[in-house]
């Protein structure tokens, strides 16, 4: 069975554009959560998706969006990125809510 | 909201060394994950414990679980320098839909 692929891998953008960053779970997966990961701040929930529906949502601004389509694949998007939101991107998928999650490789965003 | 600490941040050991990572949460939770990640790598899943008094091995770690003590332990034995990591421990958490929150995270060197 394949993991949880994340697309790109690797991101630089300057200051105040915007970036789409792509989650394919693995297969038989309905949930994807996302993280935001930086040395400062740790691991960070950004939001959950289950069935094409925002299910839980972390503590960040508005700038921070998502959403999941109906084969569970997901994208986030940042728009008008700040320096603060370089950072390693993770998705993490789950079957069913009572099961633990599986993570993907991750997006290093770096924005200039 | 729920906080959950690890101790200690940085443990430098000796090949051979047995040592016990923590990990504090503040809040009711019954749902525990360890997770390994190596430099520049996605994070592993290591353990999920369940229940009070969960407990698993795997080669040289073995997890454990007190949910009243709302305490989780990562002990190693006899270390060896491929376990070399920054290990992490995420506590489940919510009313009704759930989220991961993290540990600071474990940095650990073992050293040849």
């Known amino acids: 069975k394949a993991g949880v692929t994340q697309t790109p891998r690797y991101l630089i953008k300057t200051r105040g554009q915007q970036v789409t960053l792509s989650c394919s779970p693995i297969?038989?997966?309905?949930?994807v959560s996302w993280y935001q990961q930086t040395p400062g701040q740790g691991l960070q929930f950004l939001f959950e998706?289950?069935?094409?529906?925002?299910?839980n949502k972390g503590n960040f601004p508005g700038r921070f969006s998502g959403r999941q389509f109906s084969n569970s694949r997901s994208e986030m998007n940042v728009s008008t990125l700040e320096l603060g939101d370089s950072a390693l991107y993770l998705c993490?998928?789950?079957?069913?809510?009572?099961?633990?999650?599986?993570f993907g490789p991750g997006t290093r965003l770096t924005v200039l | 909201e729920l906080k959950v600490e690890q101790n200690p941040l940085f443990l430098s050991m000796q090949e051979g060394k047995n040592y016990t990572i923590y990990c504090n949460y503040s809040?009711?939770?019954?749902?525990l994950y360890w997770y390994r990640q190596d430099p520049g790598k996605s994070l592993e899943s290591l353990f999920v414990?369940?229940?009070n008094g969960a407990v698993k091995q795997e080669g040289r770690l073995m997890a454990s679980l007190d949910t009243k003590a709302r305490l989780s332990t990562l002990h190693i034995t006899a270390a060896v320098h491929d376990l070399s990591a920054t290990y992490f421990c995420?506590?489940?958490w919510g009313s009704g839909t759930y989220k991961y929150i993290f540990g600071t995270g474990t940095r650990l060197k073992v050293l040849a």
């Open positions: 993490a998928t789950k079957d069913s809510p009572n099961n633990e999650q599986f």
């Open positions: 297969s038989g997966h309905r949930s």
């Open positions: 998706y289950f069935s094409e529906t925002q299910r």
């Open positions: 809040t009711t939770s019954d749902r």
């Open positions: 414990l369940l229940s």
């Open positions: 995420a506590v489940e």
